[in-house]
């Protein structure tokens, strides 16, 4: 996929451009003249991947911001089509704003709004996509639109919390690193040198910091090749996962399935297809082994509810629920209920952990600075000790 800047006049002498993503020349021409524009300058972007990576970042606050916009938009009676005309005269960016031209005109072709995202970037990520195809199946796309917009703020307001609690810990870990490697270059040795004219041995907490400090740049230039590599395995995408959140991370996914699929029944898509949609959208190896023993049950003539009370990945008392909810043919209902029961449980773990985390980290941090106080001072009272 190359980038393309074009610059072209429409029938009434008005001069336009913009950013454009086509694989051929040829393409961009014929997109620009069904838009009754007539093209007098095209190039290729320089760099146009990293043009693309840019224009891709902090795609979850702006996807939250524009699923607000488009449901409180619809929710207010406007058409969906002058308000993405709305989208595409307030955005700034002259990337994205060709990228929400090129939505208005799939719409105004008769295509969903589903449809016309894709290939959008930032891409919108596969739960929005679901959310917006249960919500114009069910008629309900603004309240979609307004939950999508909820959970991809909590989400983006979590991780920015997380990077602020992080951040002086991480300030005081790289200039603990730096001193360490500075002693190690002009203090430790002057230690080293004077104890074997002694015929003494450095303190081992003093050796520990002299070796540490001594292979740090190795270190670094090991991280250095290292995260490319795992870019280029994991096809670009890598994940950092901070510890302890991984019951978070479990919980959020528990929400998201249960709300994808309350909704997808709601919209009246039968359980076989939601389930196959389910496994599209969900790519992680728990939930989506979890998923497929759901979809050979529902295949088989069972029950769901034998699936979720035999899994480990499921919480029993929530599968329980359904279990007396699918008796009484009301499982869209329950799974409504139970995402919204993970939701409150969810915020309430969202909260908690950076109180926990914070004084870990400085608790660690403290030791650290400690541990090279105390490597610096032993030398000091061992040296006293053999002069005497």
């Known amino acids: 996929m190359t980038l393309w800047r074009w610059k072209a006049v429409d029938e009434l002498g008005k001069i336009h451009q ?8 040829n393409r961009v021409i014929a997109r620009l003249r069904s838009r009754g524009l007539y093209l007098f300058r095209l190039r290729g972007v320089t760099l146009d991947t990293l043009w693309i990576w840019f224009n891709s970042r902090q795609a ?54 589903s449809f016309g995202l894709k290939g959008f970037i930032p891409a919108p990520g596969p739960f929005v996509e679901s959310m917006i195809i249960s919500g114009e199946r069910s008629g309900t796309l603004a309240v979609s639109m307004i939950e999508v917009a909820d959970q991809l703020e909590e989400d983006y307001f979590f991780n920015r919390k997380i990077k602020s609690t992080l951040f002086y810990p991480s300030l005081l870990l790289v200039v603990a690193l730096v001193i360490v490697y500075t002693l ?18 450095l303190p081992f907490v003093t050796q520990m910091l002299l070796k540490l400090g001594k292979g740090l740049p190795y270190l670094v230039f090991l991280v250095i090749i290292a995260v490319p590599l795992c870019a280029t ?38 359980l076989m297809e939601s389930m196959i949609l389910l496994g599209q959208i969900f790519r992680e190896k728990e939930i989506a082994r979890f998923i497929e023993e759901m979809r050979k049950a529902v295949q088989e003539g069972k029950r769901i509810t034998s699936v979720l009370g035999d899994s480990k990945f499921f919480p029993l008392e929530a599968a329980k629920m359904l279990e007396v909810a699918e008796e009484s043919g009301r499982l869209s209902e329950m799974f409504g209920y139970i995402a919204q029961m993970f939701k409150r449980e969810l915020e309430e773990k969202l909260q908690q952990y950076p109180k926990v985390l914070e004084p870990l980290l400085v608790l660690g941090m403290a030791g650290l600075v400690g541990l090279i106080a105390v490597g610096m001072l032993l030398p000091i009272f061992d040296l006293s000790m053999h002069i005497q």
Not at 90 to 100: A, D, Q, S, T, V
Not at 252 to 266: E, G, I, K, P
């Open 60 to 113: 979850l606050i702006y996807w939250a911001r524009s699923a607000r916009k488009i449901g409180t938009l619809l929710e207010a009676g406007i058409p969906l089509l002058t308000i993405l005309n709305i989208l595409e005269e307030k955005e700034l960016n002259i990337f994205r704003k060709n990228e929400w031209q090129e939505v208005t005109l799939k719409v105004k072709d008769g295509n969903d709004l």
């Open 184 to 201: 190690s270059i002009v203090i430790l040795p002057m230690y080293e040198t004077l104890f074997q004219g002694l015929n003494a041995e």
């Open 233 to 270: 395995i994991g096809k670009g995408k890598i994940s950092w996962a901070f510890p302890g959140t991984k019951r978070i991370r479990r919980q959020r996914t528990w929400q998201q399935f249960c709300t994808l699929l309350a909704r997808l029944l709601n919209a009246g898509i039968p």
């Open 18 to 25: 913009g950013l454009i993503k086509s694989t051929e020349k």
